[in-house]
């Protein structure tokens, strides 16, 4: 019995160290007339904060001070502090039932204040449990409004005439009280708060119910997307694996003809070697039979008797003859397989070309717009490689293939795709679907192209046919070129130019390039028939340069 009033008593002491603002042990600790005490910082602090009302209060009791109380430090509590650190006693565990620092506690605890379960909107204030049951028992509290704890309650009391506020001015969209509805808000359009709320809800739930009808929509659009996603994979599923069919189909046929002619030819083979063996035991034979007669022959000449000779001598002699056959038939077989492997070429590039625009149809009905700003622009940038096979040789190829320079000398070798004429250059691969890049220029001109590439681009100036579209732009000036038309365009001066391209959508557009800023040159609407690649013309001066970015 003795342990548990100890114990008691020893939480009593703790209960009265304890400041009621921190919740801590009392630091420096002050008691106001009202003989609450608090940590010195704490109190200050707090009346710091009602020096605009110039009424101060005690943060427990609510007991107002005018003047401002001075203040002085409590010996016998900073004492008793002390005692209870040199004893080493523990704070009372937090677990208790008392308020922490982020919990809201109860106004009407005294000492240690415990956790609040429910704050009233008519009194204002917070209870615990125990202090909230007169709101339960008795009937004078029964139109009380109880609601979660909370410690925004003192923003419910108007600043100017310390009443509740429970109306509301619709006209300056503030809550007020009732002292307010007939001072500076008369004439106001002014309701109650709960008639405010009221119309407020209602809206609410209009808002609400227009909320959750989008969702429902969106919902649907996503769900639709979804089936057409589903969709487009299942039909790219089964038009690859119908492809791959096709594909090994025409292998099976390719490779049964190759067999086919590798037997034929195999047994034309055996027939011309077994008749031409024939043909060579026949020679031999004839060869033995000769040589037989031969020998006759010689013994008959040494014959010296006239007659004898005579009569033993044939007046002709019989030689066969064989026929060597030309291995024409090899070359003719060789022949006819070329010329089905060039309309087989034919057909497979024209064939081919239809299938590209059809899946290039495909992705236009996918197309997004075209970016606006610089930034979107971006997002489709494409590091483009030079190819060296195709600069001129008097160009000259940075190790990253990615700027050029014009010179003197010649730096490459010759090729079949290299231009000889100009000094141009055409990039490694060909342009992707969407792509973007842009092109800085040195001291001279430049011509920034897209072409096809064939035997014949490579023999032409960019912009000579409609196989190519080139984009001149010089120190100030600009101008289009495309199938040997060319046309000038406006545009602010910049020594860089962007290329923004669309194949599926067939759209092609230059602009110009400065900081952040880009201007529209020229912009081209058509179907492109085959992949485009990128290509650099430089003019001007010897160490001319152009880079891609």
Request: charged fraction near 30%; hydrophobic fraction near 30%.
């Amino acid at each position: 019995m003795g342990g548990i009033m100890s114990q008691k008593g020893a939480q009593l002491d703790q209960d009265a160290i304890c400041c009621s603002i921190c919740l801590d042990v009392l630091k420096d600790p002050a008691t106001t007339s009202c003989g609450h005490s608090f940590c010195m910082n704490c109190i200050q602090t707090h009346w710091d904060k009602e020096d605009e009302k110039e009424v101060f209060s005690c943060p427990q009791c609510r007991q107002s001070f005018t003047p401002r109380p001075v203040l002085l430090k409590s010996t016998m509590l900073a004492d008793l502090v002390e005692k209870q650190k040199k004893t080493g006693l523990e704070e009372a565990p937090a677990d208790h039932g008392y308020a922490g620092a982020e919990d809201v506690a109860c106004d009407v605890c005294t000492g240690r204040k415990l956790r609040a379960c429910k704050s009233c909107l008519q009194c204002l204030i917070s209870y615990c449990e125990k202090h909230l049951q007169p709101h339960y028992e008795s009937p004078a509290f029964g139109k009380h409004k109880l609601v979660e704890p909370s410690k925004k309650l003192q923003e419910n009391i108007c600043s100017r005439h310390d009443e509740v506020m429970k109306m509301f001015c619709r006209t300056d969209q503030q809550c007020i009280c009732y002292l307010c509805s007939v001072d500076e808000h008369k004439g106001h359009d002014t309701v109650s708060a709960a008639a405010e709320r009221t119309e407020r809800q209602r809206e609410l739930e209009g808002s609400r119910l227009n909320i959750q009808q989008k969702i429902q929509v969106r919902e649907k659009d996503v769900k639709l997307l979804q089936q057409e996603v589903e969709a487009v994979n299942g039909s790219a599923d089964k038009a690859v694996e119908d492809s791959e069919k096709m594909f090994t189909e025409l292998n099976r046929l390719m490779e049964k003809r190759s067999s086919d002619v590798k037997r034929q030819l195999r047994s034309q083979q055996e027939r011309e070697v077994n008749r031409v063996r024939e043909l060579q035991e026949k020679l031999e034979q004839e060869i033995s039979e000769l040589k037989k007669k031969d020998a006759a022959l010689e013994l008959l000449s040494h014959t010296e008797d006239h007659n004898q000779f005579i009569q033993s001598y044939p007046s002709s002699t019989h030689s066969s003859s064989i026929n060597i056959l030309p291995l024409s038939y090899l070359e003719d077989v060789k022949a006819a397989l070329s010329k089905f492997r060039d309309k087989l070429l034919d057909v497979l590039r024209d064939k081919w070309t239809n299938v590209y625009l059809t899946v290039g149809d495909v992705d236009m009905l996918l197309s997004q717009p075209q970016p606006k700003t610089r930034a979107g622009f971006l997002k489709y940038s494409r590091q483009i490689t030079l190819d060296p096979n195709t600069a001129s040789a008097r160009m000259y190829l940075s190790e990253r293939k990615r700027k050029v320079t014009s010179r003197l000398g010649e730096s490459y070798p010759s090729h079949t795709e290299r231009f000889i004429k100009y000094h141009q250059v055409l990039s490694e691969e060909s342009l992707p679907g969407r792509c973007y890049w842009e092109v800085e220029k040195g001291v001279g001109g430049v011509e920034v192209a897209v072409a096809y590439k064939d035997n014949d681009t490579v023999k032409e100036k960019f912009g000579d046919s409609d196989k190519s579209w080139a984009l001149g732009f010089y120190n100030g000036r600009y101008d289009l070129k495309h199938n040997n038309i060319t046309k000038p365009v406006s545009g602010p001066k910049s020594s860089k130019v962007g290329v923004y391209l669309d194949h599926s959508a067939g759209i092609l557009s230059f602009w110009s390039v400065s900081e952040e800023t880009m201007t529209l040159l020229h912009r081209v609407q058509t179907t492109f028939t085959q992949p485009l690649y990128a290509g650099l013309h430089l003019s001007g001066p010897i160490g001319n340069t152009a880079e891609m970015w």
